[in-house]
């Protein structure tokens, strides 16, 4: 399924506010998110610049498709990022992650993952996302998400629900995929939840800087 919301926007600027290529972090290295595909395949763990973490498992595929920015003041001397809205793009193709997004109060920001059935909006909170061949499904842990299927479908699904999204085998109906939501048991979320907390408790652990005109994260642990 293509990506919803995969925007290809060329850099421009404003007064002392430029729309450029965000960055992640991955084992204390920066790298920027350019026209390069940055593909994941082992556990690692991601912090991007515009507040979202991802652990991707072992044996999963993830890739990092865009991130852009606003960022004010690139130009002076060194000192604490700020950003304005963003665009994120994504994919998992198969196997498991877990997510952590801080949100976004710009109207203009969107944070998308993407799987083989499903676009999935983040708009605050924790996820785990697990991917196969035949079916796709996704906890809300906390905070909400919307999910995009086929002929502008749309669910939005909030915490202790998680969305299902499966190959349909049933001949006579249209849809090529079965899209939905469903209640998720209190000790499933509960130990998912926990599981995730030494990624929740991450977060803050990069502080994002300009330096040199460049988006660079530092650890402040």
């Not at 030494?198 to 990069?206: F, L, N, Q, R």
Request: charged letters at 20%.
């Amino acid at each position: 399924m293509l990506n919803l919301f995969l925007v290809l926007l060329m850099p421009i600027s404003a007064a002392c506010q430029t729309f450029t290529n965000g960055v992640y972090v991955k084992n204390g290295v920066t790298f920027e998110v350019d026209k390069k595909i940055h593909q994941v395949t082992t556990q690692e763990t991601l912090h991007f610049s515009n507040g979202l973490i991802v652990k991707v498992y072992t044996n999963s595929d993830f890739t990092v498709n865009s991130l852009f920015q606003e960022v004010y003041d690139i130009d002076k001397p060194a000192h604490t990022a700020k950003f304005g809205g963003s665009t994120f793009a994504a994919t998992l193709m198969n196997g498991s992650a877990t997510v952590v997004y801080n949100g976004s109060t710009n109207e203009n920001s969107s944070c998308v993952i993407s799987t083989p059935m499903t676009d999935l909006e983040l708009y605050k909170g924790t996820f785990y996302f697990k991917v196969t061949d035949n079916r796709v499904i996704v906890f809300v842990l906390d905070g909400s998400l919307k999910s995009h299927g086929d002929k502008k479908k749309e669910n939005t699904v909030t915490a202790g629900y998680a969305v299902l999204a499966m190959l349909n085998d049933i001949g006579i109906l249209e849809d090529k995929i079965s899209l939905g939501a469903e209640k998720v048991k209190v000790d499933t979320i509960k130990k998912l939840s926990d599981d995730a907390q030494d990624i929740v408790k991450s977060k803050g652990t990069y502080l994002f800087i300009i330096h040199d005109g460049k988006t660079v994260g530092v650890n402040i642990n």
